[in-house]
């Protein structure tokens, strides 16, 4: 997955780029899928805001977060993608499921028909 980070207001400490690299490759282990993910670091006054947005194989994901310490924005970020990914698999896998069962009582319709009209 390719990780573009940028910030606005704001030069990018090696400490901080780091950091958001090794939390965000974690999303990149868990569903391969990813293409890019673009994250943007602002200052406005006091307030350190992360701004994400995720691409994907039938995925396309935005999270902010705007808090005191930029680290703790860029955890909130990283929460708040975890769940929507989390969630979105969840969607696809009980889909399939749906179909899956779907599947088989359909086979199993025919053989009860006939059972029934005989």
Request: hydrophobic share 40%.
């Amino acid at each position: 997955m390719e990780i573009i980070l940028s910030g606005r207001h704001m030069e990018l400490t090696e400490e901080l780029r780091t950091y958001a690299e090794d939390k965000f490759a974690i999303l990149a282990e868990e569903y391969h899928k990813l293409t890019m993910l673009r994250l943007v670091f602002e200052m406005e006054r006091s307030w350190h805001l992360a701004e994400v947005h995720l691409t994907g194989k039938h995925i396309d994901f935005e999270a902010k977060a705007k808090t005191r310490d930029m680290y703790t924005s860029i955890d909130e970020v990283f929460d708040k993608l975890h769940k929507q990914l989390r969630k979105h698999l969840e969607k696809i896998h009980t889909y399939r499921e749906s179909q899956q069962l779907a599947e088989h009582v359909k086979d199993e319709m025919p053989a009860l028909a006939l059972g029934e009209s005989q």
